[in-house]
Structure formats: C-alpha cells, structure tokens
C-alpha cells in the first residue's frame, strides 16, 4: 500500500517539481508580449465544467442502469443514485459507471482524432469530454484499492476479490497513465493558441496554458458548485480532479514540442451558444433531478 500512496502523492509532488525545474531552466530567456486570452479562458471554463457535469452524470446514469439490469428499483439524481433490493451482483456493478465513462472518454479520443483539424469551438468540448471520461475514471482504480469501500472498490475488492499484487500494478499503471494522458492533453491545449503565438518559446506557450487549462479548471470547477445537490462535499469534487491533473498539463507545456497551430475560433471572443447549453443544463438537473428520477 505504501508503493501506492507513493505514485498517488506523486501526482500532485511531480508537476511542482517539474515546474520548479522549468523556473529555473527558462527564467532568464526573454519573451514577446503576448495578447491577453480572456475570451480563450472562458470559452474553455464553460466547456470544462459542461465537460465535467455531463460526465459525471453520465457515470450516475450507468450506475443506476448497471442495479436496473438486475432487477433492483434505482433512483437516479445528477450527482448520486440509490437502490431497493438485494442482489449477489450489485457490488461489481458498482464499477459501471467509472467503465461506462472511461469508454466514453476514448471514444471523445477517437472523435477528436477525425476532427483535430477543425476550426469549429466545439473541437474543445470533445477535447475537454476525453479528458474528463479518463480523468474522472481511472484515479478511481487506485481510489479503490486504497479504500475497497468506493464504488470501484466493491467492484474490484468485493466482488473480483482481485489480489493485492494485482491491485496494486493496477494502481501504479494508473497513476502513471494519468499523468501520460495529461502530458498528451496539454500538447493538443497548446494547439488551439493563436497562429501568431510564438509557440518555440517555453514562456509563451507557458501562457497560454495558464489561460487554456489552468484558469479555464479553476472557473469551470467554480461553475460547476451551483450544479451539486447536498451533502455539499460533492461539490468540492472537480477541485479535486484538477488538483491532480491540471498542474500535470501547465508543467508538460513549456518543453512541449513539436507543436503545430490549427486555426480555431476560441481565441476571438465569448461563445453565447455554450453558456446558454450549460444554463440548460443546470436547469434539468436542479427541477428535474434533485428529486430524483425512478428506474
């Protein structure tokens, strides 16, 4: 278990000590002015925290699918579920929802590969959808060995009964593809600079990381609060994400390269079109799934 905790911790130690390494490495090189990216951080803020809140839905919605297929009653809210009835299976169906979203998350992979070259804003959302499906998931692994009590920790510990060597390659594999993926994700962030950005210069492309990913993350994850239903704990839950994935993205971004521009409209302005979805969505999930809705 101590193995574990070790790669968990390093994910939150390691990108500080990258970007300690990248202080140090590129703190005398001299850098151009850079346009400030507010419309950027916005636009992807709203994407980030619809990326997030359909996500976690969506793993809800499996969950509650995974119980229904066994005969029990589900109760579906946005950020819960509950069930009525006993089954031998329920346990491992408590893993559903972190595979469904997993799935979901290569398949965005998959869409965002046909689609990379696109100028349309919404190339973000899948990006931000990927991201969240992988992100949202695969810590659960290493969540569950460390507390068998979690929804993927029943599955895994209760139900597979794996065994402790197992679970415990499992979780390093883990650790160490979350912080492959987010290395992979702010390579594909920095594509959606402006063609003038000056994308060979570490400062630059550090810049516009901060805008893309790191501030995007922290207002997306505040505009996700409204959208949690009591205990209030849950609402903490995309700061958590963030904190072990987005310093992996900023930290990954200064030596970078090759990176290629790809025209893309996000840096031009504030998109209406995704504020209003997300209203939406916030409207469904406070009248229509705050009670709760029986399978």
């Known amino acids: 278990m101590i193995l574990v905790q070790i790669f968990f911790a390093s994910l939150v130690i390691g990108p500080i000590v990258w970007g300690i390494v990248n202080w140090l490495k590129y703190k005398g090189l001299n850098a151009p002015k850079v346009a400030i990216h507010y419309p950027t951080m916005i636009n992807s803020a709203v994407f980030f925290a619809l990326a997030f809140n359909i996500i976690f839905f969506l793993q ?26 006993e089954h031998p299976m329920a346990s491992l169906m408590q893993g559903s929802g972190a595979l469904a979203i ?10 965002f590969h046909f689609i990379r ?28 060995y460390l507390n068998p009590g979690t929804d993927v920790g ?10 402790e060597p197992l679970l415990i390659i499992l979780a390093i594999v883990s650790a160490i593809a979350m912080a492959l993926l987010c290395i992979w994700f702010s390579k594909h962030l920095l594509e959606f600079a402006p063609v003038d950005a000056v994308l060979n210069n ?6 516009y ?10 207002i997306g994850s505040i505009l996700v609060v409204p959208f949690r239903i009591l205990p209030m704990g849950q609402a903490v ?8 994935s987005i310093p992996w993205i900023w930290a990954a971004a200064a030596p970078s390269r090759p990176i290629r521009h790809i025209p893309n409209r996000i840096n031009e302005k504030v998109y209406w079109s995704p504020v209003l979805l997300l209203l939406l969505l916030l409207i469904f999930f406070r ?4 009670p709760g809705v029986e399978f």
């Open 60 to 85: 809800e919605v499996f969950l509650v699918l995974g119980k229904k297929a066994l005969g029990l009653q589900s109760f579906l809210y946005h950020n819960n579920h509950t069930w009525v009835g």
């Open 102 to 111: 997993f799935l979901i998350g290569l398949i965005c992979l998959v869409i």
């Open 117 to 144: 070259n696109s100028g349309s804003i919404w190339k973000l959302f899948v990006l931000w959808m990927a991201f969240h499906g992988l992100i949202q998931s695969i810590p659960q692994v290493i969540i569950g």
């Open 154 to 163: 029943e599955a895994l510990v209760g139900y597979l009964k794996l065994s």
């Open 202 to 207: 570490p400062k630059v492309k550090l810049k």
């Open 209 to 218: 990381v901060r805008y893309i990913a790191v501030g995007a993350a922290i």
């Open 237 to 244: 839950t995309p700061f958590i994400v963030s904190a072990f």
């Open 287 to 290: 009248w229509a799934l705050v």
